[in-house]
């Protein structure tokens, strides 16, 4: 029996309440299979936490969290603590800390699932975004000069090292290469002189060495229009950390809605825990509500099972949001049912189980 040490944070608002349906269907996972388990640590930082200590983790945080095979976190950033003090204390403290460079964000639309595009059939939505996450526009690099004077000046750096850049684009150019699909880099090079032409120019470099995958380069402005009129030219998609934040709420908009939407926050070596999370928000306008969709943190859960190599259940995972999907007897509010975020979890597990 192979077991898997977790850990989970849930975090703040909604996180806690999908994260448990989450753990739920793992465990269920684990226990039809029989041949591995999931050993659970919750670690009960977040915003409250921050309220009592003062900070958004413990200070050896990274270090406890060091030892674990991966980490299922739920969401961060609650009223009454600024977002850049709770999301740098703790989301974006793993990322880094863990050199979690690669951000893998599915954008498919599932059968059953709400689309906004009209005549948009599931194949028409299929891709796969590898967003950079651990440099570029969220480096942190910068300076606050004179504040609050009238001559007031802010500075917010992006760094785009040749290491970081190279590194993401590769892995991109293997996903293409492996999954056979083309591979588009959405990037900014003709305002964005320097980093965004480097960027240019390494995915041109790197692609040297995949003169197999069929590739294609597009501005930001014009890859969020075609997104929306066109989704179907994309399917492995390479970009920065804040174009790539950016463009994944656009594609949970056409996939289904936040409520639907999965990433991964990858460490490729295997060095550190890579972790895994929705990538919608705390919500504060529905936590507490017992309404929040849990099916986000779901298809998280399906990306821990691919993760460590039980892709038939990570499929069974999606397989049943699928049906969940098409059945329309059991979804949250914010995709057209009367559900709650349990009995959507349950009714996961139900389908698992063969119910
Ligand atoms: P959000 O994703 O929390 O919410 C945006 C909208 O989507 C809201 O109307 C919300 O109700 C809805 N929504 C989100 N997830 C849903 C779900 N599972 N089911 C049903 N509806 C859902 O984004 P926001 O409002 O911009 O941010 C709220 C807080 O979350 C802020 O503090 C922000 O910094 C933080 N945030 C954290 C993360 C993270 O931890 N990964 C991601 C994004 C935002
Ligand atoms: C996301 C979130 C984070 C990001 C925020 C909360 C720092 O929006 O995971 O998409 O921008 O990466
Ligand atoms: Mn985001």
Redesign the pocket.
């Given at each position: 029996m192979i077991t898997y040490k977790m850990a989970s944070v849930p975090?703040d608002?909604?996180?806690p309440e999908?994260i448990a349906e989450g753990i739920k269907v793992l465990n269920a996972a684990a226990a039809l299979d029989g041949g591995f388990r999931f050993e659970w640590t919750e670690f009960p930082w977040g915003c409250d936490f921050y309220l009592q200590h003062g900070k958004m983790m413990d200070d050896d945080g990274i270090e406890q969290l060091k030892q674990f095979d991966a980490i299922y976190?739920g969401?961060?950033?609650?009223p009454g603590v600024p977002?850049h003090i709770?999301?740098w204390g703790l989301?974006l403290e793993i990322r880094k800390g863990f050199d979690q460079y690669i951000n893998l964000r599915p954008v498919k639309l599932l059968r059953g699932a709400p689309c906004p595009l009209k005549d948009a059939k599931p194949e028409d939505i299929d891709m796969t975004f590898v967003r950079e996450n651990s440099e570029g526009e969220y480096a942190g690099s910068g300076a606050w000069l004179y504040k609050d004077q009238p001559n007031e000046v802010v500075i917010q750096n992006g760094v785009f090292s040749r290491h970081g850049c190279e590194r993401v684009i590769r892995y991109a150019y293997e996903l293409a290469r492996k999954e056979h699909k083309t591979l588009t880099s959405i990037s900014k090079g003709n305002a964005l002189n320097y980093s965004m032409v480097f960027w240019d120019q390494v995915f041109a470099e790197v692609g040297r060495e995949y003169p197999d995958v069929k590739t294609y380069s597009l501005l930001v402005d014009a890859a969020s229009m075609f997104m929306v009129k066109n989704p179907k030219r994309f399917e492995i998609v390479v970009t920065s950390n804040l174009f790539g934040d950016i463009l994944t709420d656009l594609g949970a908009a056409i996939a289904g809605?936040?409520?639907l939407a999965a990433g991964a926050n990858l460490n490729p070596e295997r060095k550190f825990p890579s972790m895994f999370?929705?990538?919608?928000?705390?919500?504060?306008?529905?936590a507490g509500k017992g309404?929040?969709?849990?099916l986000?943190a779901i298809w998280s859960a399906s990306q821990v099972l691919d993760f460590f190599g039980h892709e038939d259940w990570g499929r069974k995972v999606i397989d049943a949001i699928e049906r969940l999907l098409t059945e329309k007897q059991v979804l949250?509010p914010?995709i057209g049912g009367t559900a709650s975020t349990r009995e959507v979890g349950d009714a996961v597990v139900r389908i698992l189980e063969g119910k």
């Amino acid at each position: 029996m192979i077991t898997y040490k977790m850990a989970s944070v849930p975090g703040d608002g909604i996180g806690p309440e999908v994260i448990a349906e989450g753990i739920k269907v793992l465990n269920a996972a684990a226990a039809l299979d029989g041949g591995f388990r999931f050993e659970w640590t919750e670690f009960p930082w977040g915003c409250d936490f921050y309220l009592q200590h003062g900070k958004m983790m413990d200070d050896d945080g990274i270090e406890q969290l060091k030892q674990f095979d991966a980490i299922y976190l739920g969401a961060v950033g609650a009223p009454g603590v600024p977002d850049h003090i709770s999301l740098w204390g703790l989301l974006l403290e793993i990322r880094k800390g863990f050199d979690q460079y690669i951000n893998l964000r599915p954008v498919k639309l599932l059968r059953g699932a709400p689309c906004p595009l009209k005549d948009a059939k599931p194949e028409d939505i299929d891709m796969t975004f590898v967003r950079e996450n651990s440099e570029g526009e969220y480096a942190g690099s910068g300076a606050w000069l004179y504040k609050d004077q009238p001559n007031e000046v802010v500075i917010q750096n992006g760094v785009f090292s040749r290491h970081g850049c190279e590194r993401v684009i590769r892995y991109a150019y293997e996903l293409a290469r492996k999954e056979h699909k083309t591979l588009t880099s959405i990037s900014k090079g003709n305002a964005l002189n320097y980093s965004m032409v480097f960027w240019d120019q390494v995915f041109a470099e790197v692609g040297r060495e995949y003169p197999d995958v069929k590739t294609y380069s597009l501005l930001v402005d014009a890859a969020s229009m075609f997104m929306v009129k066109n989704p179907k030219r994309f399917e492995i998609v390479v970009t920065s950390n804040l174009f790539g934040d950016i463009l994944t709420d656009l594609g949970a908009a056409i996939a289904g809605g936040m409520g639907l939407a999965a990433g991964a926050n990858l460490n490729p070596e295997r060095k550190f825990p890579s972790m895994f999370e929705p990538i919608h928000g705390s919500a504060p306008d529905i936590a507490g509500k017992g309404i929040a969709d849990p099916l986000a943190a779901i298809w998280s859960a399906s990306q821990v099972l691919d993760f460590f190599g039980h892709e038939d259940w990570g499929r069974k995972v999606i397989d049943a949001i699928e049906r969940l999907l098409t059945e329309k007897q059991v979804l949250t509010p914010d995709i057209g049912g009367t559900a709650s975020t349990r009995e959507v979890g349950d009714a996961v597990v139900r389908i698992l189980e063969g119910k």
